[in-house]
């Protein structure tokens, strides 16, 4: 650099600035190998739920209604839980403990496309179904518990509560970030063993050792759930399907990550879901479930099933070969 006179210094360093700043900070002025200026593309920010405090004044628009359906998701067990203090139908898990954030969590489960897609059809029962079917779904499955009165004041208010969080959503869309992310397929099965350890290094500081949560003070309800055992969600759950589970997982576990900041791989994901979907838990009565068996996901884990994969494939995977066996025979029909 000596040798270089100051212009070609001066020359030298603004090229190699330029050069570097374009690379740090996508200067528009740079051309890829085709001579074409990159398009600039904005990351798409997924659906985020309002904030409590944004719910209407408690005599206004509807307000008491909605105040009591949050308080109801985020405190399900104070009011309905073994010791509730309006019913006792439910088994100490609260909403929330799934719909994070009271279901307005990106990728956690959230509740912003219930109002805009519902009514709708449901492979699972074979017909159209209410919101208050979807929510009854949760409390006999996930809550494994007793379905609530459809006409009831319960009713009235979780239903307030989930059309006013969605009611910024077009009839019969889905923003991005609802409801639960879809992993792609592993191209193997999914590791219980694995996973056992995943859980290990990364969940029992709050499920603890033992999977069974740390309830919330006064007992009533969790703080983290417990994840299989009799206060858990039963066989009927959702979350029973491991695709529900490690896509759940992997934008939300351990509590403190976001879909923005995942602290598993998707791999680590999907045998933690293995593993903890291996563990006991409640029974449920499936047999009116999926009367079109068709219809059924690859990853229902309980036949019969129209293909000829096992039911061990059917929980654990691989996926892809069942996938494409639906796709196929779609498409023969």
């Known amino acids: 650099m000596k040798n270089l006179k100051p212009s070609r210094i001066s020359l030298t360093f603004i090229v190699l600035t330029g050069t570097l700043l374009a690379i740090c900070c996508g200067s528009p002025d740079v051309e890829d190998a085709t001579g074409k200026k990159p398009e600039k593309t904005a990351e798409q920010q997924p659906w985020r739920g309002p904030a409590a405090s944004q719910i209407p004044f408690y005599a206004a628009q509807n307000g008491k209604d909605i105040w009591y359906g949050y308080e109801l998701i985020s405190k399900t067990a104070y009011y309905l839980g073994p010791n509730g203090t309006v019913n006792q139908i439910s088994n100490g898990m609260n909403c929330q403990n799934c719909h994070i954030d009271a279901g307005t969590k990106p990728f956690g489960n959230n509740y912003s496309a219930v109002a805009s897609t519902y009514p709708k059809f449901r492979e699972r029962s074979g017909g159209m179904e209410s919101i208050e079917k979807r929510v009854n779904d949760c409390f006999e499955r996930s809550l494994n518990g007793q379905a609530l009165d459809s006409s009831g004041r319960e009713m009235r208010a979780i239903v307030a509560y989930i059309k006013w969080l969605g009611r910024k959503i077009p009839k019969g869309e889905k923003p991005y970030g609802s409801g639960i992310m879809e992993l792609e397929y592993l191209n193997r099965a999914a590791d219980p063993a694995k996973g056992k350890i ?26 983290f759930p417990p994840l299989w055992g009799p206060h858990s969600y039963n066989e009927g759950a959702g979350l029973f399907r491991l695709s529900r589970f490690a896509g759940y997982v992997y934008n939300n576990m351990p509590n403190t990550v976001n879909w923005h900041n995942p602290e598993l791989t998707k791999e680590q994901a999907w045998d933690v879901a293995a593993f903890v979907n291996s563990q006991p838990r409640p029974k449920k009565d499936l047999s009116k479930d999926w009367p079109n068996i068709a219809g059924k996901p690859a990853d229902h884990p309980f036949g019969p099933y129209a293909d000829t994969f096992s039911e061990q494939q059917h929980k654990f995977g691989p996926y892809a070969p069942i996938a494409q066996w639906k796709k196929e025979h779609a498409k023969a029909k």
Request: charged share 25%.
């Open 198 to 223: 995943v859980f290990a290094g990364h969940c029992t500081k709050c499920h603890g050792d033992d999977g069974q949560g740390l309830k919330s003070p006064g007992g009533k309800g969790y703080e």
